[in-house]
């Protein structure tokens, strides 16, 4: 009878001891949280307060229990369990950060018992997380002229806004090393401002000019700043590519127009165009003549000089030519001119004739025979008329 009572006994202990290893089973879930947000649990409330350090993996959370017996705000490290009110194991919670997406959101682990129910997740109010109050700088380069010439001048802008509604702290920009195709002038590396606020902005202009032709690849820069809670952020601009074409050059086309023949004693016009049909200003134009054979046909002003020439520009001019021996004569202009560095030559020619003395005289040479003859017959008529 004594043996019967005893497992009667056992049977109620170990019936009792599952129903209670029933009620302390522990479950749990994951909840993506933004600032503001909160999960709900019978009667605990835990809520995101702040992502304090991204780099740190620190997160503020608040617990709270419904008629005031816990309201606990703790600093939590990332991958480390906290309890609240004696932990999940007892009646209580153990709450979890697991990621940090950025600094407005985080993925938080609640630990429970089973029989609690359900936890829910409450999203904050419109504009409660706080985005919009956190600090977020765009950031642009740009070249002036981004099909340039060897031997241009290039202005390269850096601009740099906070399009945020945060202040923006210890703004950094890490423009790439210098591209190999250009020299570096003046201005670099560029400096910005070491704070903005929200809706300012901020630029920053250097000089390089292109050396060697080809096509560049602008890698983007980074622009790296950290908000009121010194959490860095890094934002970086676009790529582009920059055609370097070959040096754009001068050239200068010179065309010799004479009146036509001079006569021996007299003068006549030679009219000289220089007309630039290169990509770039001729300078110091210097225009010197040459006539061959020397010494019977004389020029004056035939020598000009300009200071400079822009592309697509012309400069005309004429001189007088007098002839002092008849014969055939080459004129032969000689054109030097410079681009900024280099000095180039043209050559231009034309030939002018100067003709021999007309002496009028000879013309009546010509008549003297048709008066004999008429003087003749004139005398014959007479002889015959008697």
């Known amino acids: 009878m004594r043996l019967t009572y005893l497992m009667v006994l056992i049977v ?13 089973e522990v479950t749990f879930s ?10 709900e649990i019978a009667s605990y409330t835990i809520q995101l307060v ?6 740190d993996g ?13 309201d606990e705000q703790r600093a939590l490290l990332q991958n480390n369990a906290n309890s609240f009110d004696g932990g999940s194991e007892n009646g209580g919670l153990t709450v979890t950060i697991t990621d940090i997406f950025d600094d407005q959101s985080a993925k938080v682990r609640v630990e429970y018992p089973k029989d609690m129910g359900i936890p829910r997740k409450q999203t904050a109010e419109s504009g ?3 985005p919009g109050s956190q600090p977020v700088l765009a950031v642009e380069k740009s070249f002036d002229n981004d099909n340039p010439s060897v031997g241009s001048e290039v202005k390269v802008t850096v601009m740099v806004k906070n399009i945020g509604g945060g202040l923006a702290e210890d703004i950094v920009v890490d423009d790439q090393p210098p591209l190999a195709n250009f020299v570096y002038i003046a201005g670099y590396p560029p400096k910005i401002k070491s704070q903005l606020d929200p809706g300012e902005s901020d630029s ?4 390089i000019d292109a050396v060697k032709e080809g096509t560049v690849k602008v890698p983007p820069i980074e622009v790296r700043y950290s908000d009121s809670k010194k959490n860095t952020k890094s934002n970086e601009s676009a790529p582009f590519n920059v055609v370097i074409a070959p040096k754009s050059m001068p050239d200068l086309d010179i065309k010799l127009n004479p009146s036509g023949s001079i006569p021996l004693g007299q003068a006549g016009r030679l009219n000289v165009s220089l007309y630039n049909s290169g990509k770039a200003t001729a300078y110091k134009v210097e225009i010197k003549s040459e006539i061959e054979p020397s010494g019977g046909l004389d020029a004056t002003d035939l020598d000009k000089s300009y200071f400079e ?7 005309s001019y004429s001189a007088e030519l007098t002839g002092r021996s008849s014969g055939e004569y080459t004129v032969n202009l000689k054109v030097s001119y410079q681009d900024g560095n280099d000095v180039l030559l043209k050559e231009g020619s ?10 009028k005289y000879l013309y009546y040479l010509l008549i003297l025979p048709l008066l004999a003859v008429s003087a003749w017959l004139i005398k014959r008529y007479k002889e015959y008329k008697y």
């Open 12 to 24: 109620v202990i170990l019936t009792s001891s599952q129903a209670k290893d029933s009620n302390n």
């Open 30 to 39: 994951d909840f993506t949280l933004y600032t503001g947000d909160s999960v």
């Open 50 to 55: 702040e992502v304090q350090s991204v780099r």
């Open 58 to 70: 620190i997160v503020v959370i608040r617990a709270t229990k419904s008629g005031g017996a816990l």
């Open 128 to 130: 409660s997380k706080g």
């Open 204 to 207: 920053a202009i250097y000089v």
């Open 309 to 315: 020439i822009d592309p697509g520009a012309m400069e």
């Open 350 to 359: 034309t030939t002018i004739v100067v003709l021999e003395r007309e002496y």
